[in-house]
């Protein structure tokens, strides 16, 4: 005989009753398992908490809450109008800074632009001949080859006026020796001038004379030789080198010594002889030894042996000799 399961008693007042039914049992309603998760100390994976709550009618309400750890993502539309706002921003600054250093550089072009207007095209630095000084001209140099020459730059800018190039065609003009040119600010120039003194004629074929200084360098041309300059006469064979001779002594004679020579004659280099106005004729030799030949010449002539002398002869200047 088989076992039958014995039913559970019925509840209180179902006894007696066919066919009663045992009461319905409600449905028990799941809830999330948070209180579990949180005692767990866990974040739920979703990176979300949730929170059951009672309404007022007795159901259960879920809200979600967003987690410390959860990562705040923003709509696409608001990224993107905060880019732009930065985007805008930064070319703004670049175009600021841009602006800045080309700001700066045009103001260099422009300051050196007028700095090279002030210089080379402004009237301020602008030359002009009236402001030229010239010295140092002597007797014989021809100013009106000099102004030409210094009136060609009238008007140029000073600064860009060439001092050397009009010193090469000041050294060009007959008699100057040398020229140093020096820019006075703000439009003037100082002119030097270094010029060629004669010391002695010298007679020329077709009657007249040129004047040379002490360096054989021909100064002027004249129809007559200067009263207080002495005539020279060298052979034309070795001419040169008896002029270097004689321009030797004239250059060791004292001042008011060489003022009274009237002719010179040398037939070599080494037979120097030169006559004084209203004076006696002086054998003078080589140019050796011409200072204290000018000196012994001096005092002779200072004394009364020389008072009636024709001819005093120094070549020897230890042993001097009077001729009456």
């Known amino acids: 005989m088989t076992d039958r399961p014995t039913p559970p008693p019925a509840p209180r007042g179902t006894v007696g009753r066919a066919g009663a039914r045992p009461p319905a049992v409600a449905p028990q309603r799941r809830t999330a398992p948070s209180s579990s998760r949180e005692s767990s100390g866990r974040a739920p994976a979703s990176g979300r908490s949730t929170t059951v709550t009672t309404a007022s009618a007795g159901r259960p ?31 703004k600054a670049d175009r600021r800074r841009l602006a800045q250093v080309w700001g700066k550089r045009l103001a260099i072009v422009a300051a050196v632009v007028a700095v090279a207007w002030v210089v080379a095209l402004s009237p301020v630095f602008r030359f002009e001949q009236r402001a030229a000084e010239v010295t140092g001209a002597g007797t014989f140099v021809d100013m009106t080859i000099v102004d030409a020459a210094i009136a060609a730059h009238d008007g140029e800018s000073l600064v860009l006026l060439d001092g050397g190039h009009l010193e090469d065609q000041l050294r060009e003009v007959p008699a100057v020796a040398d020229a140093q040119v020096e820019k006075v600010w703000p439009k003037g120039l100082l002119v030097t001038l270094t010029a060629r003194e004669p010391v002695a004629a010298i007679p020329q074929e077709d009657g007249t004379f040129l004047l040379v200084d002490d360096e054989a360098e021909t100064v002027f041309r004249e129809e007559a030789p200067p009263a207080d300059l002495p005539v020279v006469q060298v052979p034309v064979a070795d001419g040169a080198r008896v002029l270097a001779a004689v321009l030797g002594v004239i250059d060791e004679l004292p001042v008011d010594l060489r003022a009274r020579v009237e002719n010179i004659e040398a037939p070599t280099e080494d037979s120097v002889r030169f006559t004084l106005r209203d004076g006696p004729q002086v054998e003078w030799g080589g140019v050796d030894e011409s200072a204290t030949k000018a000196q012994v010449l001096e005092i002779l002539l200072a004394s009364e042996a020389a008072a009636g002398a024709k001819v ?13």
């Open 312 to 324: 005093i002869d120094v070549s020897a200047p230890t042993l001097p000799i009077t001729t009456s």
């Open 61 to 91: 309400v879920i809200r979600d809450e967003p987690s410390p750890w959860q990562r705040v993502v923003q709509p696409a539309g608001a990224v993107t109008l905060r880019l732009q706002e930065r985007l805008k921003e930064r070319t």
